[in-house]
């Protein structure tokens, strides 16, 4: 989801009251189509193969995501992608990159007391020896912004803050609560934007989407409190872009081919 930023347009009151003119499905227009292997259930792939064409391979290159060129000069990059299940390679965070996602800002509201309170909330169940398990923690914050956080486009709030109050968003707000719960609890935290298998969509595709990473031990966790995963399933797509808008950069260039998928 693109999240509510539209351009405005003065217009005369019969343009604007036409009913023969088109309206604009930002879903079908953003749907990425995938040729290839036609993928039944997302949820179940924890290792996928793909071809995808019209974006540069730094911006694939990321935990979980190995990226190599395709033979010849096609201008596509051969992408492989894991769903992280089990023990992973240590990984080293700067004090630079720690600092950075832990800090708190007007969007990432994590030093809100009400955000902390909720993060706090979402461990209550969690005994000692659970809240040493990475996964579980990661779980247990996901699970309670997918239970807290009503899926809505209707409203996009300008911080994790009113997200809480709301109880309302996408997948944008949903990763943003996310990330600020997490942060509150001094865990480094970062909002993550790519594309996930569309599900049910009537043609496969790929739609654009947020989720959330947290640092917790020694490595990344992918979370998503939209579909309530940790790890994400091997059909989500991150591209390494700033910000919750950096996405746009790669709108409409993108096509991909599903070459595996188990």
């Not at 790519?194 to 599900?199: D, E, I, P, R």
């Amino acid at each position: 989801n693109l999240g509510a930023q539209f351009r405005l347009a003065r217009e005369d009151e019969a343009s604007a009251k036409d009913p023969d003119i088109d309206v604009l499905d930002l879903y079908e227009r953003s749907l990425v189509p995938a040729k290839g292997l036609r993928i039944v259930d997302p949820r179940s792939i924890t290792s996928a193969r793909y071809r995808v064409c019209g974006v540069e391979a730094a911006l694939l290159a990321g935990p979980g995501q190995a990226v190599s060129p395709e033979e010849g000069a096609s201008g596509c990059v051969l992408l492989q992608v894991a769903s992280t299940q089990g023990r992973r390679a240590p990984e080293l965070l700067s004090l630079k990159d720690r600092a950075r996602y832990l800090r708190s800002d007007a969007r990432v509201t994590a030093d809100d007391p009400k955000v902390r309170r909720a993060a706090e909330s979402a461990l209550a169940g969690l005994d000692a020896a659970a809240r040493k398990d990475s996964r579980q923690v990661a779980r247990a914050l996901g699970s309670w912004v997918h239970r807290h956080v009503r899926y809505s486009l209707d409203f996009n709030p300008p911080d994790a803050a009113q997200v809480l109050a709301r109880g309302l968003g996408d997948c944008s707000e949903g990763a943003l609560l996310l990330v600020a719960m997490a942060r509150s609890l001094g865990l480094p935290a970062r909002e993550i934007n790519g594309l996930v298998h569309a599900g049910a969509a009537a043609e496969q595709g790929f739609a654009y989407h947020a989720w959330a990473e947290i640092f917790i031990g020694d490595a990344w966790r992918s979370v998503d409190p939209t579909w309530d995963e940790v790890p994400v399933n091997a059909t989500h797509l991150r591209f390494d872009v700033q910000g919750p808008y950096g996405i746009l950069g790669v709108f409409g260039r993108v096509t991909l081919e599903v070459l595996e998928a188990r």
